[in-house]
């Protein structure tokens, strides 16, 4: 089953918006066992839509249009394809009560043009759009399947999951199926880690071996096409522990959805620990990871933000005079940052950051230099740490090296 | 002057690589005056290269190809390209020298599939690579003009900017520029903005209106294509000003790079003021927010995360009975934080955050309810907010609030 997606949309080409609706139906697509074979961007343009739309035909059985589904001038997607495919636009009686509902509720005037988003093309099937106002649409000819979905990935992706997927299931049943598993590691580089694993990444070609490298950290995913999940799922766990022989000492969980934060956040429920944190070029950064995890009030319960030297007295109760022999960045104040925060708030940990986040140099350090302090029952655990690039770069690193620091206590603890 | 850009990368059709690569050239390419008519994207397959070659030809001036220059089986975009041309594939000494100086400072052997990225296509010029060892292409026919540029982001951005845009503006000078001037507001939605503003972006053609919603906001893009420097400006600048009539009350500031926490940083500054926070939900993102912004000590010098009820009363010394009484997502205890806060550290303003960042309701309060507190000398300004959606943008919209909240108050002080 070959497909290809469309994007519609000037916005596109002027670089003004991501084409991240291609990436994100891609990896649906592969799941479903739909292999795609190209991308297209083209413009607002009815001339241009009309002629890929000939093209795409000719080579693909499944065309995925996304984007101009709207009510505007520019939303022309809809218009084309029907009038390719020879047929009418009609009004589709469920999305035309909810285009009135909406603008009843919202007290506003419906124009002519909003009526556009309710229709679809005659012989279709409606897809409902439950965030949004325009209709998506399934279409299919003899040779070809048309997918007009809309452009805002808030509603393309619900309608994706929700509708299409089973739709195209039972269109489209496939006997072969992709599996995929994540690992993801911390303190590796990308290069060292293809490095490490070279003849294994040459060698595989099903399951596949696909390295990606992500803001302090790298993720691999593991892929298998296969028509028997067992066997499937077999492949890549016999894989998975050639890799983890390798370059376990560096893994830290499975999945896209998994962070350094969770898996601290993990072991410390696990082990019935609290935590909590005294951050200087960090300003809140640790703290605000792990509010953003659900249900972290379980471990962690606040701290403290310290980022000049009078707060660091005032809020921690650090003796000036120490500051004033050792400096704010040095390996004395991380350690009595985290001393002085576990004591204030009663916890089993604390994480104390301090350092330089430029672009400046401070006390004569240069911008990347940064202390880390981890203080439990057993003492403080220190670590100095020289992060390059900007700014924002060098915060980020601190903070997830401050989580991988806690993470690797807590683990000595299991 | 049309082009088109085709990024060859079968991870881009599996959805692991969203195509960063054609956005940021396409705004090169705007900025250039040159017109982007098409985005592409094939896998790693010569026979499907070799036909959007043929494609892109009859309808592009300029063919711009990213990725594939790398040392591996699959990069082949060089080698296609190259036999597409009828041209041989020859090595570039300044690269070759790169190449050798590399393995020997890395101590790593060089293998043969390595000198793939020294090589350049006969008769082109070749793009050196500051970032990394592949070299790029710039290849001109009669008819047609190739660019080959390397597909790592971290290579092919440094190479666009520092080498082939010259190179672009003396092979194909352009009379007309975009010049674009971006304008950014909080607190208005995207269709508000855009139903506003509906007659000026209907009539608009140079300048054109973009309206883009990020989360928590909204920018204008005005772009207008001219030959003339000043009147471009000028018809900006007139431009602008009806939006302003209009939505004035809405906009904060200008430009791609500019947010909310620095225009509330500047406003700090300029009236030498001083802030603090105490933040519930929100665990130390607004004070993050505002650590990211470069000299923002002169401002901030630190606050405190009082994530339960527990830290509001032992860090902030909010009496426990006011808590008890009231709840901890109350108007009360908003005020009791800020007013705390900012007589702990010091400060002229202080912000605190309390409320219910989700999935889970908290005593009584569904997800989203937030009150917010902005302490200063002359009392406490509070609010209540009913916020939608997940966890994450719950707390963003909250944090971005208090910066509004805070902007506002030193806005009247102006």
Not at 27 to 56: F, K, M, S, W
Not at 124 to 131: D, E
Not at 364 to 369: I, K, M, N, V
């Amino acid at each position: 089953m070959k497909s290809e997606i469309i994007a519609v949309g000037t916005e596109l080409l002027l670089g003004q918006v991501v084409n991240t609706n291609a990436t994100f139906l891609s990896e649906q697509l592969a799941d479903l066992g739909i292999d795609v074979y190209y991308h297209t961007v083209v413009g607002d343009n009815p001339t241009r839509l009309e002629e890929l739309l000939q093209l795409a035909e000719s080579r693909s059985e499944l065309i995925i249009l996304c984007g101009g589904l709207g009510p505007t001038e520019d939303d022309l997607t809809k218009e084309v394809v029907a009038q390719h495919l020879g047929k009418e636009l009609i009004q589709n009686t469920e999305g035309y009560k909810k285009l009135l509902a909406f603008f009843e509720t919202t007290k506003r005037k419906m124009t002519e043009n909003n009526l556009q988003q309710s229709q679809i093309i005659e012989g279709g099937t409606p897809l409902p759009n439950r965030t949004g106002l325009a209709l998506g649409t399934f279409y299919q000819t003899k040779s070809n399947a048309y997918l007009l979905l809309p452009g805002p990935p808030s509603e393309l992706k619900p309608m994706f999951v929700e509708q299409v997927r089973p739709l195209l299931e039972q269109q489209f049943p496939s006997e072969e199926k992709l599996i995929s598993k994540v690992l993801r590691f911390y303190g590796i580089g990308e290069s060292q880690l293809v490095t490490d694993l070279k003849d294994l990444i040459a060698t595989q070609i099903n399951p596949t071996i696909a390295p990606y490298a992500k803001p302090n950290e790298v993720t691999l995913r593991l892929t298998v096409k296969t028509s028997d999940i067992h066997a499937g799922n077999q492949a890549l766990h016999a894989l998975e522990e050639k890799i983890q022989a390798r370059v376990g000492a560096y893994f830290y969980g499975y999945g896209d959805d998994y962070s350094l934060p969770q898996a601290v956040v993990d072991l410390l429920k696990e082990q019935g620990k609290t935590v909590t944190a005294a951050e200087s070029l960090t300003a809140g950064g640790f703290q605000s990871a792990l509010g953003a995890i659900p249900g972290v009030s379980q471990v962690f319960s606040g701290g403290f933000v310290t980022y000049s030297a009078e707060t660091k007295a005032k809020l921690l109760g650090i003796d000036p005079e120490l500051l004033e022999q050792f400096g704010t960045v040095s390996k004395e104040c991380a350690e009595q940052m985290a001393i002085r925060a576990r004591q204030l708030v009663g916890t089993d940990y604390a994480v104390a950051f301090t350092g330089v986040a430029g672009p400046d140099t401070l006390e004569g350090h240069p911008a990347g230099t940064v202390w880390l302090a981890v203080a439990s029952k057993e003492g403080v655990e220190t670590k100095e740490c020289h992060f390059t690039r900007d700014r924002s770069a060098i915060r980020n690193s601190a903070i997830m090296q401050g989580f991988d620091l806690l993470r690797k206590q807590l683990l000595r603890k299991k």
